[in-house]
């Protein structure tokens, strides 16, 4: 398997671009399901996230096809298949959001339970439940979902946990219901904003999306549009830390600034100096990052799919932080990669208690998450010496070109095949006599 090779102890400097936004754009996707007609999207990633969502499309009958220049067609005119198979369900968790749209187009939807990262448990509860109340006849047997309805019509849903997911993907499903759909205690991530912009773009009728309470009249028909995908604010808090975590001086570019306040307070907390303009944020430190303590909550609160790359960044902070992670229960499993690393980090349930350490080792490594990934990519580029970071098609997921941006801001980090490595030993290995 491919790994990342990073030899640590540069400060990064200079400008780097953030891509369209993952989270953002797999919903998206799904949703565009809804219309016929073309859709056109801008600012598309090329990660394998969104590659296997095309992926997922084409198995539907879907005419979708990815250029190069980040954009993306889908024709959803025809939707020929209803069932999206367990090889591809299984790689991401958000595939499984074409359920809600492939049902209101087609009266019939199959889809396998899905997969993705093992952060924790992120039941599809709410997903089904939602789907129930909408009218929906569903049946769970042999890890796959059958839903049939000859129309879904409106209904009170309330989440008992304000999931982005679930919000996104009943969203989609209530905009071809019959009636009005109000869900309550719903996500007010800025991708749950967009997909309701890009719903009505598609001539649906959605209101209150960024409160808790978000009200859906449906229609009977949606067209294809064009969209642009916002920035993804998991790249930019990633590079941040990236940044702080070398002591260097990053331009991030393409950004929005209300999302990224809740980590840029955060950062400013460390001892970093953050200026957040229009569109772009200037993040730089001298000196060792300090002590914080961080509490995971949906948006607005502090994102939990950074709090890994904070986890790294505060292993070398001056003093002991504490990290509560409220979401995932199983999202400190990079705790004893970065141990291997030298860092000093107690796990107690879902908190974890970080000693900060003068500086990190260089180690092999393994990623067992995208998140986890980022995070050790960080920790390699502080730490003295070489690491290995394993796990590569982790970080792939959501990243799109981590190492070529990285590598214009100074970075000794380079991708390495399995093939290469090999020969790299041959090379290496003495001759017989």
Do not use: W
Request: glycine share 10%.
């Amino acid at each position: 398997m491919d790994k990342l090779v990073v030899t640590g102890g540069t400060r990064l400097e200079g400008t780097v671009s953030m891509s369209g936004s993952k989270n953002g754009c797999l919903a998206i996707m799904a949703a565009a399901l809804l219309g016929k007609g073309e859709t056109v999207l801008y600012n598309v990633p090329s990660i394998r996230d969104v590659h296997t969502m095309v992926e997922v499309l084409r198995s539907l009958g879907v005419r979708c096809d990815y250029e190069d220049n980040g954009l993306l067609r889908i024709d959803a005119t025809e939707i020929e298949c209803t069932e999206a198979p367990y090889e591809l369900v299984r790689r991401m968790r958000a595939s499984f959001c074409v359920l809600g749209p492939v049902l209101a187009r087609k009266g019939y939807a199959k889809v396998a339970m899905p997969g993705g990262c093992d952060i924790g448990a992120r039941p599809v509860d709410f997903h089904i439940k939602g789907i129930q109340t909408l009218g929906a006849h569903l049946v769970m047997d042999h890890g796959f979902v059958e839903a049939e309805c000859e129309r879904l019509r409106g209904g009170q849903i309330y989440l008992n946990f304000p999931s982005a997911g679930a919000t996104q993907h009943l969203m989609t499903a209530a905009a071809l219901a019959d009636g009005v759909t109000t869900i309550y205690n719903a996500a007010m991530e800025p991708e749950v904003v967009e997909v309701a912009k890009f719903l009505n773009k598609m001539g649906a009728r959605v209101e209150g999306a960024g409160t808790s309470t978000i009200r859906v009249e449906g229609v009977r028909e949606l067209r294809g549009t064009e969209f642009e995908l916002l920035p993804d604010r998991m790249e930019a808090g990633t590079f941040a830390v990236a940044a702080v975590i070398t002591q260097g001086d990053v331009r991030i570019e393409n950004i929005r600034p209300t999302d990224v306040k809740p980590f840029v307070l955060k950062l400013i907390e460390a001892g970093a100096v953050v200026d957040v303009y229009d569109n772009y944020m200037r993040v730089r430190c001298n000196s060792r990052p300090l002590a914080t303590d961080i509490v995971t909550m949906p948006h607005p609160g502090f994102p939990t799919d950074l709090q890994q790359p904070f986890g790294a960044m505060l292993s070398i902070a001056e003093g002991t932080s504490v990290i509560t992670e409220n979401v995932y229960e199983r999202r400190f499993k990079y705790v004893s990669e970065l141990i291997r690393m030298g860092a000093d980090i107690k796990v107690e349930g879902r908190t974890a208690i970080i000693n900060g350490v003068p500086k990190l080792t260089g180690a092999q490594v393994a990623a067992t998450d995208l998140r986890a990934g980022a995070a050790l990519v960080c920790a390699a580029l502080a730490a003295e010496g070489e690491s290995e970071v394993l796990g590569v098609e982790h970080i792939e997921r959501g990243y799109e070109n981590l190492v070529e941006k990285l590598q214009a801001l100074g970075a000794n980090i380079a991708r390495v095949s399995e093939e290469q490595s090999l020969t790299d030993c041959e090379l290496a290995a003495p001759v017989s006599s």
